[in-house]
């Protein structure tokens, strides 16, 4: 299993805007190997907030045919048009379509009048896991 985490800075008051886009499911939700979605919000500081969301995948191979499917391209409009161009530029176990970056990546492409400051895309290879077990 892998999560992908999509890390988002944002300006002070905005993030209510785009925690709101995540509270209804999505395609995304549908898709072939996907497990879940968390969406995470943290105040930094009086001038930034943080949004994180996390998907988690059976495989990268799952989460990989996702960021080709017109299900992404939809979710991420024009964003998704350049993927092809990021992939080919990219090694291939770190680039997943633009609308989530690259790993290690913190532009954000957004125009200045954005709420978005930053982002970074990381991707995780789930070690270990732990569930709630009965009480003996």
Do not use: Q
């Not at 499917?69 to 291939?92: K, V």
């Not at 379509?97 to 709420?115: M, Q």
């Amino acid at each position: 299993m892998i999560i992908v985490e999509n890390r988002f800075e944002i300006r002070a008051g905005a993030a209510d805007a785009i925690l709101e886009r995540f509270r209804s499911p999505k395609s995304v939700h549908t898709f072939p190997g996907f497990v879940r979605m968390d969406v995470l919000h943290a105040v930094l500081s009086d001038e930034t907030e943080e949004v994180r969301v996390c998907t988690a995948w059976e495989s990268e191979a799952a989460f990989e045919a996702w960021t080709n499917s017109d299900s992404f391209r939809h979710a991420h409009g024009r964003r998704a048009e350049t993927a092809g161009a990021e992939r080919a530029e990219a090694p291939a176990a770190a680039a997943h379509g633009s609308g989530h970056g690259s790993h290690g990546s913190t532009a954000t492409g957004a125009p200045a009048s954005s709420p978005i400051i930053s982002s970074k895309v990381t991707r995780y290879n789930v070690v270990v896991t732990h569930l709630p077990a009965e009480a003996e």
